[in-house]
Structure formats: structure tokens, C-alpha cells
């Protein structure tokens, strides 16, 4: 595993949002679901889309607190511009499940 030095970990801006919007993504190459998320008023509502059907449905992602890059640029996901990364990790089948803090916490505040 190669190590990086501190300074870059802290150039990578990680907030936590509360997704505010959830929808199918049914032109995704795989299924997925479009997301707006809200970091709070310095960044604002965010868009993105996951590959996170296995566990979750947009009506279970609504209001739900996750953790996102906020400081990448966009990326056109077919007809879809996404503007954050949500972080997850794969469970043992390879299926993403979201990151998210396990109390509640201010929306916008960057992981340390």
C-alpha cells in the first residue's frame, strides 16, 4: 500500500449531507439511483447518482445523513451531471453500503 503525506488526505474535502431528493436512474448502464443532497449553506444542495440498489430505495435514502467529496469536479453520468462522490464500501457480496456517522451531526461538517 503506498503512503501519502497528510496534506494530501486534507486536500480531499469529505462532508456530511442529508439527501434532500431520491430517484431511479433508469438510463444508467447499471441500475442506480439519482440523489440531491444538502451540505449545508456554505456548499449547498449537491447532485449525484450511486450503484447502491441492493440496499437501498429512494424512498429509504430521503433524509438520510451521508458522507461525501465534495471538492471533485463534475462528472457526466450519462444524461446526468454529478457533482459529489458518496462514499460506501462493498459488503461481502460486492454491494455498496453508505457511509454515514452513527449520531447525529451538523449537515456540511468535514470529516476529520
Known amino acids: 500500500m503506498a503512503e501519502i503525506a497528510f496534506d494530501d488526505f486534507m486536500a480531499v474535502d469529505i462532508r456530511v449531507g442529508r439527501v434532500t431528493r431520491a430517484e ?9 439511483i439519482k440523489m440531491w443532497i444538502d451540505f449545508g449553506p456554505d456548499i449547498g444542495e449537491r447532485k449525484t447518482s450511486a450503484q447502491i440498489t ?4 429512494p424512498e429509504t435514502l430521503t433524509g438520510r ?6 471538492n471533485f ?3 457526466q453520468i ?3 451531471m454529478s457533482e459529489v462522490l458518496v462514499l ?10 453508505l457511509l454515514a ?4 451531526v451538523p449537515i456540511g461538517g468535514r470529516m476529520h
Do not use: L
Not at 431511479?24 to 442506480?32: C, W
Not at 441492493?54 to 430505495?57: D, G, I, K, Q
Not at 445523513?65 to 465534495?70: A, F, H, L, Q, T
Not at 464500501?89 to 454491494?95: F, Y
Open 24 to 32: 431511479p436512474f433508469p438510463e444508467a448502464r447499471k441500475p442506480a
Open 54 to 57: 441492493a440496499h437501498y430505495t
Open 65 to 70: 445523513m451521508v458522507m461525501g467529496v465534495v
Open 73 to 75: 469536479p463534475p462528472r
Open 78 to 80: 450519462g444524461p446526468f
Open 88 to 97: 460506501g464500501v462493498a459488503d461481502a457480496d460486492g454491494e455498496i453500503v
Open 101 to 104: 456517522p452513527d449520531s447525529d
